[in-house]
């Protein structure tokens, strides 16, 4: 997850205090890192990875600083800081500059307190002709250079922008355009396939306020299946974005009338974002444009709300209100949740085994969904009550559950002036929640469990779990 970018000259101090190339500290943190090939053409966009353990164990949301130099030059040519995940892990990336290519090999250098690594990869001469290409077996995109910035990349297709031979050692492949790059790891595919990206004006868009910022991208892999996610950077017309909240922007797979969201990382500075693509289909880049009279910029839960709107999560009333003082049904929590994570739905719903949820309501699809990934219970073994009206408890235990094994490095401490009055069903969802400053109580310290949950609690909730857990 990146958290912001990180000084150049900063990071620099940092990596001389450690000026022993490899050295790590005995007791501090033991730092890895590589990249996704061994050799990158300029304009190519190159995945760093690695983790971080501290006495053997994963170091999640450890903050790490990277930094890319010219080995022949020294020059800067890129940093960032991210955190890991819970398994210690880190990903980002970056577009190797075409100044780069006065350089035989660039160093990838990674920071995490005293631990320390570092990797290389060589600098390809590009062919005659122009292209950039992939790395360690992938071939060149038809075409000229990759545009570094989004200028020339608009929501107006140009057909088909990459067709491109990639082996088991993976590639980086940029379409013709520099709209999209597809970073495919070594290992992705077992036998050479061919990767093609076609792009085609979005006949339809998720049912939120959303623009399309970019073309839509089918994406094909010659009819094999990644064994491993495929990185995916796009960049967008940032004059479409304009000013709106880099939170309100979203990758959505689109299957018909149905859109799920892909979990990205926005970035102003490159107009572009990045993501995981794990198989074929058509993908799509909107921003959420929708306004809401009732919300004040920058006051919670005005911020919660446009993280979910960039997921297409949440809606308004037909009289421009969000209504964040509105109660919320079980059903209704459901749907923002299950949009929220980008769960895939049932083609075919079912009732679940619950009597009151009919296949054909428009609700079944996100509770079969929410069931399927063990989020949500019935009131009953038979009942779901959809149409009931949420409490807190009940939300902040939805909530808990759908950490994903999340746990902070630091929890909080935390202590409800009512903490005896919240049922013992849910007294172990709701703290695990507050000590990972997911789910929150009242301004008057107390939680409430039994109070009616309402929309803006609800959003806060829901964005402070896609937040915090990086999901």
Known sequence: MRVRLWSAIALLGILMAYSVPGAQAAAGPQVTVSTGSMAYLPGAMVTVQGSVTLGGSPDADAVV?????????????????????????????FMLPETAAQESSIEIYAVAGSGRATTTFQVQTPPPGG?????????????????????????????????????????TLTSSDGCIALTVPAGAFAQTTTVTVTESAPSILPPGAETAIAPGFAIAFGGQTPQLPIGAQIFYDAKTVGTQSLSRIGLF????????????????????????????GTYLLTVNTQTFTDLQTGVSPEPQVDVLLGRDAVSG????????????TRAEFVKMLVLALGL????????????????????????????????????????????????????????????????????LTVQFTDQAQIPAWALQRIMAGAEAGIVQGLPSGAFDPMALATRGQAATMVANLVTITNQ
């Open 131 to 171: 292209g950039s290409g992939g790395g360690g077996g992938g071939g060149g995109t038809r075409g000229g250079s990759p545009s570094t910035t989004s200028t020339a990349c608009t929501d107006q297709p140009q057909g088909e922008v990459i067709n491109t031979s990639v082996g088991a050692g993976g590639g």
């Open 317 to 328: 009333f037909p009289d421009g209100t969000f209504g964040p003082s509105t109660n919320v």
């Open 344 to 411: 895939e739905l049932p083609q075919t719903p079912s009732s679940d085994g619950f009597s009151d949820v009919s296949p054909a309501a428009w609700y079944a699809p996100y509770v079969d969904a929410a069931v399927t990934a063990g989020l949500v219970k019935g009131v009953t073994a038979q009942s779901f009550e959809p149409d009931a009206s949420i409490t807190r408890a009940q939300l902040a235990v939805m909530v808990s559950r759908a950490m994903n094994g999340y746990t902070p490095k630091t929890p």
């Open 253 to 280: 797979a689109e299957d018909g009338a149905v859109f799920r969201y892909i979990k990205d990382t926005p970035s102003a500075q490159s107009a572009s974002d990045s993501a995981s693509i794990e198989a074929a």
């Open 65 to 93: 600083a990277l930094e890319a130099d010219g080995a022949t030059s020294g020059q800067h040519y890129w940093a960032d800081q991210v955190t890991t995940d819970s398994n210690g892990d880190f990903t980002d990336q």
